[in-house]
């Protein structure tokens, strides 16, 4: 292991007042607003990782000929710090966001992190701005860890020069009764081909042009499908997906396999832990389109949800696709969804034992 390297703090002499602070922390959403300070740690070829500062958030100065502004070298992460109820912070699995960061950085041609660094990095602003982790229930502060490329010109090559960025973000609670879904081959042509296992930028873009098309149709999401046959579910939006076969004990909890297309959701991963530690059997599986509507006309596929670290756990209320349209179940969150989610946000905020040493404890 090697030893991060030091982050010199130079935090923000005007923090926002403690009041404005609290306001916006009473309703904060998702994504509007921002805590006092960032990290920035800098990549330059031949000498490294070096100049790891916390600074004022504020904007970045860029040349109009910077590399990322044109060839799209960025990635990105999200994990949540929660409060527990005896007042301490905690983050949940920030190594598996290090190690998924570096698996990102290498298939877009970026050099990689230290996992040691990137946890030190969330430490070390999540400790400065500690007053901004909310304590209202299911209210976190949300990291955003990101990288971009900061070389200046237009050739076309892997840029010399990167910088690491780590802002954050408060993040009230979130859960919506039932999101309706847009399914239809041609969302895959949106998707990048080959990026899809990696967090990065570009494939959300290529994803808007579905998006949209999706909340013309009523629909809240897209479901992207494998773009070779067209028929394999993968995940949906910036989401992984579940689908929960029987009912009760007997309920098996099913979610796409990895492809190399799909997106490796930590929380995906964390949830195949959970059900089995609640007894459900669980699979790894490829999961048609047509299996799903069949399943669901049948009876025997009873629930499905979407479930990533900004959302936690989704349920998924109806689906249009060329295949049909379809209500999930009663179009209302089912019992084994319901019971994951609990059982997830109190491993998380420090209610449930933490069987799977999977809390990391900050402050
Ligand atoms: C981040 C993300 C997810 C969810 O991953 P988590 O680690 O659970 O937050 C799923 N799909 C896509 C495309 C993503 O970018």
């Known amino acids: 292991m090697t030893s991060p390297i030091e982050i010199e703090l130079k935090p923000s002499a005007h923090p926002l007042a403690a009041e404005e602070r609290q306001a916006r922390l009473a309703n904060p959403g998702f994504g509007r607003f921002f805590t006092d300070n960032m990290v920035t740690i800098r990549w330059t070829e031949g000498r490294g990782w070096h100049d790891a500062q916390l600074v004022p958030y504020g904007p970045l100065e860029i040349d109009p000929a910077n590399a990322v502004l044109h060839y799209g070298q ?8 929660y409060r527990s109820a005896d007042g301490s912070i905690q983050t949940f699995r920030p190594y598996a966001n ?9 298939r877009l041609a970026m050099p990689e992190l230290p996992q040691e660094t990137f ?11 500690a007053e901004w982790v909310p304590s209202q229930d299911e209210a976190s502060l949300y990291l955003r860890p990101f990288m971009i490329a900061t070389e200046v010109g237009l050739g076309v090559r892997p840029a010399n020069e990167y910088l690491f960025l780590l802002i954050a973000s408060p993040a009230g609670a979130y859960f919506s009764g ?55 579910i993968e995940e949906m939006g910036g989401m992984n997906l579940y689908f929960v076969f029987g009912e009760g004990e007997n309920a098996r909890v099913v979610t796409p396999e990895l492809s190399g297309s799909l997106l490796p959701g930590i929380t995906r991963d964390s949830l195949l832990g959970i059900a089995g530690d609640l007894g459900y059997a669980t699979e790894e599986r490829k999961i048609s389109t047509d299996e799903w509507r069949d399943g669901n006309a049948a009876g025997t596929l009873t629930e499905v949800f979407a479930c990533g670290t900004a959302a936690v756990i989704t349920p998924v209320g109806s689906v249009k696709s060329a295949r049909g349209d379809w209500t999930v179940g009663d179009g209302n969150p089912g019992p084994v969804t319901l019971k994951l989610r609990d059982t997830l946000l109190a491993l998380q905020t420090g209610r449930r034992e933490d069987t799977h040493n999977w809390m990391h404890r900050i402050g």
């Open 119 to 129: 946890v030190a990095a969330v430490e070390a602003l999540v400790q400065q701005d």
């Open 74 to 81: 960025t990635i990105f992460e999200g994990l949540k710090a």
């Open 178 to 232: 039932g999101i309706k879904l847009a399914g239809s081959p041609r969302s895959t042509s949106g998707r990048a081909g080959g990026t899809g296992a990696a967090k990065c930028g570009g494939n959300y873009a290529a994803s808007l042009v579905a998006q949209a098309q999706a909340a013309e149709k009523g629909c809240d999401q897209v479901v992207w499908l494998d773009a070779i046959e067209r028929r394999w």
């Open 98 to 106: 290090a190690e998924r960061f570096q698996a990102s950085a290498r």
